[in-house]
Nanobody, 116 residues
Framework: QVQLVESGGGLVQAGGSLRLSCAASISIFRINVMGWYRQAPGKQRELVATITSGGSTNYADSVKGRFTISTDNAKKSVYLQMSSLKSEDTAVYYC??????????WGQGTQVTVSL
């Protein structure tokens, strides 16, 4: 079992920045993929960004150039730096990890609200 604890969400004005953090209960060297997803009210959960154990990143088109995903091995954490935030970025953001064998775990979610 893997526990994921997210933090860093909150209320920010459009154009502002936030950094989300997600701390894992295991070494990230044991993790194949770490990622961030989001779910807005009335919408399906969607991928925001992922990073592999090899450092390859993938971003949703809607956040490219504005969001950056990164990891800190020592802190067993993955981060999402969000800049130039828009109202449409408002959602609950979830951290996710995928282990070998496609075992997938999710955090509890953190709310990000972008005001106009």
């Amino acid at each position: 079992q893997v526990q994921l604890v997210e933090s860093g969400g909150g209320l920010v004005q459009a154009g502002g920045s936030l950094r989300l953090s997600c701390a894992a209960s295991i070494s990230i060297f044991r993790i194949n993929v770490m990622g961030w997803y989001r779910q807005a009210p009335g919408k399906q959960r969607e991928l925001v960004a992922t990073i592999t154990s090899g450092g390859s990143t993938n971003y949703a088109d809607s956040v490219k150039g504005r969001f950056t995903i990164s990891t800190d091995n020592a802190k067993k954490s993955v981060y999402l730096q969000m800049s130039s935030l828009k109202s449409e970025d408002t959602a609950v953001y979830y951290c996710s990890v995928t282990l070998p064998g496609q075992y997938n775990y999710w955090g509890q979610g953190t709310q990000v609200t972008v005001s106009l």
